[in-house]
């Protein structure tokens, strides 16, 4: 199948920016909110990809509507970065067109990578037309299976954890362990570098829900907690492992 026509529901920041992205790749595009009727504006596209608030019951309504109103070859797609592909794919009536397509930013610069999840029931067909149409996009594309935190969000929050674990036992300082990853490993940012860029809340949520699904292995550890209750989140509040002046938050 080859997607021409895409529908975008839903709202904020990440709208805005595959608005951008996908004008300037040869692509029909509708853009539409839950305001409007979407599911009507989605009745022509090939690719549905929404874009709404983290709201599982609120992502099955859109799907549930599209479903009824959308050609029988066309591909649901959903930019959550919870494992919630399989769910969203039982209220639709074509499991096999429902996939997971979560647009990571690299905290560097402007450009975007694509998570393509695949449901248990996602077929091969959809998995790879998602493909051909990021590639079109000029947008760099992986595969996984749907797991909790995906790639990404489980290795990032997993160095931070272990990292931070080893600060605290003042095995190294937090310095020498950015400067290692940065040396060693080529990564552009060292793991507390990465952590207050993110958010230390953001890390302790993305480990949390690892934990609830995979075991304790991925519980935060106790720095991070009290961080998060001292308000020290990183950039954004002006402090977390590092302090920050106002020019640079």
Request: proline fraction near 3%; hydrophobic fraction near 40%.
């Amino acid at each position: 199948m080859t997607i021409r026509t895409i529908t975008v529901i839903g709202e904020g920041e990440l709208k805005a920016k595959l608005q951008e992205l996908l004008s300037k790749a040869d692509f029909k595009v509708i853009m539409s909110d839950l305001s409007q009727d979407y599911a009507k504006q989605a009745s022509e596209a090939d690719l549905v990809l929404e874009t709404v608030s983290e709201d599982i019951t609120l992502k099955k309504e859109v799907f549930k509507k599209c479903d009824v109103k959308c050609h029988e070859q066309a591909i649901l797609a959903t930019t959550t970065a919870a494992p919630w592909i399989t769910q969203l794919a039982k209220a639709t009536g074509r499991p096999e067109k429902v996939v997971g397509l979560n647009f990571t930013k690299n905290p560097l610069d402007d450009k975007y990578l694509v998570q393509i999840v695949r449901g248990l029931q996602t077929s091969s067909d959809t998995v790879q037309a998602s493909k051909e149409f990021l590639k079109q996009a000029g947008i760099t594309a992986v595969e996984l299976e749907e797991t909790p935190g995906f790639i990404l969000d489980r290795v990032i929050a997993s160095v931070v954890n272990e990292a931070a674990l080893m600060y605290a036992a003042k095995l190294a300082t937090l310095e020498d362990i950015d400067k290692m990853t940065k040396v060693c490993v080529n990564w552009p940012m060292g793991p507390f570098e990465f952590a207050d860029t993110l958010g230390v809340d953001r890390i302790v949520e993305i480990l949390e829900s690892l934990a609830q699904q995979l075991g304790p292995r991925y519980l935060p550890c106790f720095l991070l907690r009290k961080m998060v209750n001292a308000g020290w989140l990183g950039k954004k509040t002006g402090r977390g492992f590092y302090v920050y002046s106002q020019e640079t938050t």
